[in-house]
């Protein structure tokens, strides 16, 4: 069982950049890789970012590419999705997800995640 907490959302200018955080509760953390997803009102959640359980792989969707990035730290129970030359368009509420190991070729797979934390909002103005 992982209950997850996301942070780190807020307000900012196109161009600015923004560090979201999701703590991870339980022991287990390390065995379970770890997704971002978004959301816009109205439209389906899309994938976003994902790390491996070693963090030895990560996955991006091409709308992230080269601005997003996604890390973790074991000891602290955490997962980071550091984001960069952010856009008006990403103005969605973010949310963490965890799912035991799997295959990278699923890793944008929503329905993969069996855990999934209670979401935090990016604004981003122009």
């Known amino acids: 069982q992982v209950q997850l907490v996301e942070s780190g959302g807020g307000l900012v200018q196109a161009g600015g950049s923004l560090r979201l955080s999701c703590a991870a509760s339980?022991?287990?953390?390390?065995?379970?890789?770890m997704g971002w997803f978004r959301q816009a009102p109205g439209k389906e959640r899309e994938f976003v970012a994902a790390i491996s359980w070693s963090g030895g792989s990560t996955y991006y969707a091409d709308s992230g590419k080269g601005r997003f990035t996604i890390s973790r730290d074991d000891a602290k129970n955490t997962v980071y999705l550091q984001m960069n030359s952010l856009k008006p368009e990403d103005t969605v509420v973010y949310y963490c997800?965890?799912?035991?190991?799997?295959?990278?070729?699923?890793?944008?797979?929503?329905?993969?995640?069996?855990?999934w934390g209670q979401g935090t909002q990016v604004t981003v103005s122009s």
């Open positions: 997800a965890a799912r035991l190991p799997g295959t990278i070729a699923t890793m944008q797979d929503q329905d993969e995640y069996g855990y």
């Open positions: 339980g022991r287990t953390f390390r065995l379970y890789d």
